[in-house]
């Protein structure tokens, strides 16, 4: 049984850091995407980053370029998400999620695994 489970969200200042960890267990994505997803309340769930586990390239809502990172670690079957400069509008459950194919897609319906989220709220 695959397994996604997040940490480290929580509550900062604008202009704040937070670093959001996602473990994978049950199987690994060698050959696939993990990415980030957030929802805000009353807004759909929307794409923010993706890592293709085989090679390392990574993708970026443009809302967040230049203030998160992702990043991954095989040995841990891990990926982070480093999120720097937080805004108000950040403010969302991040959840983490994985597709077994190699090809990145945005849409949260192309993803087959998810975790149950973490709060992050970035207050002004």
């Known amino acids: 049984q695959v397994q996604l489970v997040e940490s480290g969200g929580g509550l900062v200042q604008a202009g704040g850091s937070l670093r959001l960890s996602c473990v994978a267990s049950?199987?690994?994505?060698?050959?696939?995407?993990m990415g980030w997803f957030r929802q805000a309340p009353g807004m759909e769930r929307e794409f923010v980053a993706a890592?293709?586990?085989?090679?390392?390239?990574?993708w970026y809502a443009d809302s967040v370029k230049g203030r998160f990172a992702i990043s991954r670690d095989n040995a841990k079957n891990t990926e982070y998400l480093q999120m720097n400069s937080l805004k108000p509008e950040d403010t969302a459950i991040y959840y983490c999620?994985?597709?077994?194919?190699?090809?990145?897609?945005?849409?949260?319906?192309?993803?087959?695994?998810w975790g149950q989220g973490t709060q992050v709220t970035a207050s002004s």
């Open positions: 999620a994985a597709r077994g194919d190699y090809r990145i897609r945005y849409d949260p319906h192309e993803y087959d695994y």
């Open positions: 049950g199987r690994t994505f060698s050959s696939g995407i």
């Open positions: 890592i293709r586990w085989s090679d390392g390239m990574t």
